[in-house]
């Protein structure tokens, strides 16, 4: 493969070998990387402009709304929309479903796309990194009719394409569309992304945990014992703890060195806390495409049929014997 190939000649060149291939989804993942370009473009200006701190809002999570946030989102939704690809929108920043055409209009779109636009947004102001994650189905509904929620409601086996762009030390674009992972990135001097990390492999086991341990009174009693397995004194192990807080940052280091990231359900949140749809979806996919694992403790995460938009999930993920293990604790 042309190591100096960039993301837009990388999705030309594959667009044959997506099963529905016509050209569409390459322009919908045109869209997200000219939108990704344009965030991380403000991502990397905070601090010196007046874009960090709240907007005074909160969204439907009950969240605190950063002037990122809505920018990102803003961003992300109108490159979505002028792309003509795609008949409706999910974000975590927007209650409803965002239908493009308009809910009474018909719509000539295949696809919907499923998004957090800035992912760990509560780490901006003290410059850690932050991440946008996407998940696109193809919709159920026929082509030329309004988006229903059930377009949304989907298993996320179902999805073609998911990915996300960490806006890190570098910036990157990690993609699948169900044939390997592949990463990109950002060289800033030009304002492409190149193919940096071809067909991303998790290795099979690791030696880094990633959880909010100051829940861990919280937790349910297997997440319990298997932290205090990963702490134990035996083997290769104790494994080091390593937690950003940003999902996407957390995955992005496990998946190249190995290792899990856990985020359970807990007393205080009794469903967990991340987002089934737009978070933890799109980040099983590529685990899994990257040969690891998914699971909400019990059952696999992409094989779960959703009820809500904005549902949550205990959320398990990473390198495969690490998830088996965990799952033997629950
Ligand atoms: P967000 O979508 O509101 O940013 O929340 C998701 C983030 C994840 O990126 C991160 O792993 C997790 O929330 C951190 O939560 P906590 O601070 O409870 O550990
Ligand atoms: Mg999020």
Redesign the pocket.
């Given at each position: 493969m042309n190591e100096h190939m960039t993301l837009g000649e990388f999705i030309i060149e594959n667009q044959s070998a997506f099963q529905y291939s016509s050209g569409e989804l390459s322009k919908l993942l045109n869209g997200l990387r000219l939108a990704a370009k344009m965030v991380n473009h403000e991502v990397n200006k905070a601090g010196l402009v007046d874009i960090i701190g709240g907007a005074g809002e909160v969204?439907v999570?009950g969240?605190d709304q950063q002037l990122l946030?809505v920018f990102a989102n803003d961003k992300f939704i109108h490159s979505i929309i002028k792309r003509d690809i795609a008949c409706g929108i999910v974000s975590?920043e927007e209650d409803e479903f965002i239908s493009i055409a308009g809910s009474d209009k018909a719509n000539k779109g295949k696809y919907v796309v499923l998004m957090?636009p800035?992912?760990?947004?509560?780490?901006i102001d003290v410059n850690v990194s932050?991440?946008t994650i996407f998940s696109i189905f193809r919709r159920v509904t026929p082509v030329g009719t309004p988006v229903q929620l059930e377009d949304f409601l989907q298993p996320g086996s179902l999805q073609v394409a998911a990915g996300y762009v960490v806006y890190g030390t570098s910036t990157m674009l990690v993609y699948t569309t169900g044939d390997g992972v592949n990463g990109f990135t950002l060289n800033p001097a030009i304002g492409s992304f190149y193919l940096s990390h071809a067909n991303i492999q998790i290795p099979k086991t690791g030696n880094i945990y990633?959880?909010?341990e100051?829940?861990y009174s919280h937790f349910p009693q297997g997440v319990k014992d298997y932290i205090k397995y990963c702490q134990k004194e035996e083997e290769n192990r104790p494994y080091s703890a390593r937690?950003?807080?940003?999902?996407?940052?957390?995955f992005h280091r496990n998946m190249l060195k190995g290792g899990i990231?856990m985020?359970p359900n807990c007393t205080k949140?009794i469903d967990g806390?991340?987002?089934l749809l737009y978070?933890a979806n799109p980040i099983a996919m590529l685990a899994e495409q990257a040969g690891g694992k998914a699971s909400n403790g019990v059952q696999r995460i992409l094989d779960i049929k959703p009820t809500e938009i904005h549902q949550r999930v205990p959320f398990f993920c990473g390198s495969s014997e690490m998830v088996d293990k965990l799952e033997s604790f629950l």
């Open positions: 969204n999570q969240e946030d975590e957090d800035l992912d760990g947004s509560s780490n932050v991440g990633s959880v909010n100051g829940n937690y950003i807080g940003s999902m996407v940052s957390d990231y985020y949140n806390k991340l987002r978070e």
